[in-house]
């Protein structure tokens, strides 16, 4: 993208582009977090300075207000790009992330499939939809969903890990721990292995699997965090959780409906540190965000 912008600055969709995949680089740690946000901004605000109307770059700045944990200004970004381009995939996908968010499932589940519905070859769209079954509850549909998608595209970032994490949350960690050693991405794999060989009492593994994440990868602070939450050592997830906080770690904003988390919510320091950080259910329940579920064109 940034040789289309330079090939043609006045391409607004060319720039908007540009923000999501800055986005995308940061929530992945393929760039510094603050960078990468910082970015995603500038290019957004570019691109609605030849095209004040551009959907994607409004939509793209409720993500970047989530980031920057203006919640209500969030909102407004993404009930104004949903009005402008209620149909748009990237549009879409951003409210069911907020939705998320706001620990909103069935909404943004809705929203997922039917991202799915209208492009069922989209790897993306059915890894989006195979998340938010999982966080949601619907283990057996996220199982069925993340399949589809790694059929549909086996290379795409993380997908041995996200199928292995979904059958550890089903209690299956013999079949995750052979998915996850297919993991090709090392921090992924190394992450998927401390929680599964944890569920499978070789905790000496675990530990050898988390230290050297910890070593190698000490940015995954928000994974290094609920890794540390699922082995019940509270401790430790909140010295990587304050961690996360210092370097404004984007897996923070949809920690209130991590089901990573589940096994610390009864300690007493779990409903502060998500009012510290602004998503406890008060804060969470306060935003009023409505939009409508998008009609296919083919709709009767």
Known sequence: YLKVTDLDPGFAAAWAALSQSYITHASMGLMPYVDGYTQAKRAAVKALTIDEKNAVAIATLGSIAVYENDLAAAAAYLEEAQFLDPSNPEVIIRIAQFLRVLGRWEKSVLLCEYLVSVDPVNARQHYSLGYHYMNAGRLDDAEATFHTAFRLSPSAEGANFIIGKTLLLKGEAERSL???????????????????????????????????????????????????????????????????????????????????????HSDSRWEPFLKSIGKSSADLNSIEFKVPLPQRSDSR
């Open 178 to 264: 052979d998915q996850m050693k297919q993991e090709s991405r090392e921090p992924w794999m190394m992450l998927g292995l401390a929680l599964t060989y944890y569920a499978l009492d070789q905790v000496s593994r675990s530990d050898d699997a988390l230290n050297y994440l910890i070593k190698n990868y000490p940015k995954w602070a928000y994974q290094i965090a609920y890794a540390f939450a699922y082995r019940q050592e509270s401790d430790k997830a909140f010295e990587w959780l304050e961690q996360a906080v210092t370097i404004r770690d984007p897996g923070l904003n949809g920690i209130a409906g991590d089901v990573m988390f589940t096994r610390i």
